[in-house]
């Protein structure tokens, strides 16, 4: 098998049922998932297998779901089914709200780092944001399946809560920012 097939060397890119310039809003959609997707496997790089045992399998399942959101994301034909799932919504919940119960509360905004790989683990939370973004224009614009923009933006508040937890556990207390008013109660933020 060849790595290279010179068929995007005019800045085109083949998609499930088509191909589509490079600079599609779906290319660019699931080409900044993939992006969180490194990033991901970066921060499990960056974790202890005896202190984060249990992340690092969530990490893993995350990077296949991210896999599923960008088969669906570069589809342009409805030929074949969806494969995220509302399933991976609710996981992602559950937890949230665990690791929520686990780090302590939090009253403030804080910065973003700490140990290095909540600090990864942040960059995950802003990419993600950033595919979002994307996949949010991308649902205006065109059909896709609606599941992944609920996906990625739980996904976002899922990084924030597990680099939260990474700091606790590895002793490094989160930043407050300085000049924060109190803007969380009951550690969620209030609307």
């Known amino acids: 098998m060849k790595l290279y097939t010179r068929t995007g060397d005019e800045g085109k890119t083949s998609v499930i049922g088509g191909r589509l310039t490079k600079d599609d809003i779906r290319v660019v959609a699931y080409g900044t998932t993939d992006e969180v997707n490194c990033f991901v496997g970066q921060a499990?790089?960056?974790?202890?297998?005896?202190?984060?045992a249990d992340i690092?399998?969530?990490?893993?399942?995350?990077?296949?779901?991210?896999?599923d959101c960008g088969g669906d994301l570069a589809m342009v034909s409805d030929k074949y089914p969806y494969k995220a799932t509302e399933e991976s919504i609710e996981f992602l919940e559950k937890r949230i709200d665990e690791y929520i119960k686990e780090a302590p509360e939090l009253e403030r905004f804080i910065l973003p780092g700490g140990a290095p790989a909540a600090a990864t683990l942040h960059i995950c939370r802003t990419?993600?944001?950033?595919?979002?973004?994307y996949v949010s224009q991308l649902h205006r614009e065109d059909t896709t399946n609606p599941v992944v923009l609920k996906y990625l933006n739980r996904l976002s508040d899922y990084f924030?809560?597990?680099?939260?937890?990474?700091?606790?556990?590895s002793g490094v207390k989160?930043?407050?920012?300085e000049r924060s008013a109190n803007v969380f109660k009951d550690?969620?933020?209030e609307d």
């Open 174 to 177: 989160d930043v407050e920012y």
């Open 56 to 67: 690092l399998e969530e990490l893993e399942k995350i990077q296949h779901e991210l896999f």
């Open 127 to 133: 990419v993600t944001r950033r595919a979002e973004r």
């Open 44 to 52: 499990a790089t960056q974790l202890d297998p005896k202190l984060f």
């Open 160 to 169: 924030f809560a597990v680099a939260r937890v990474v700091n606790f556990r």
């Open 187 to 189: 550690g969620k933020k």
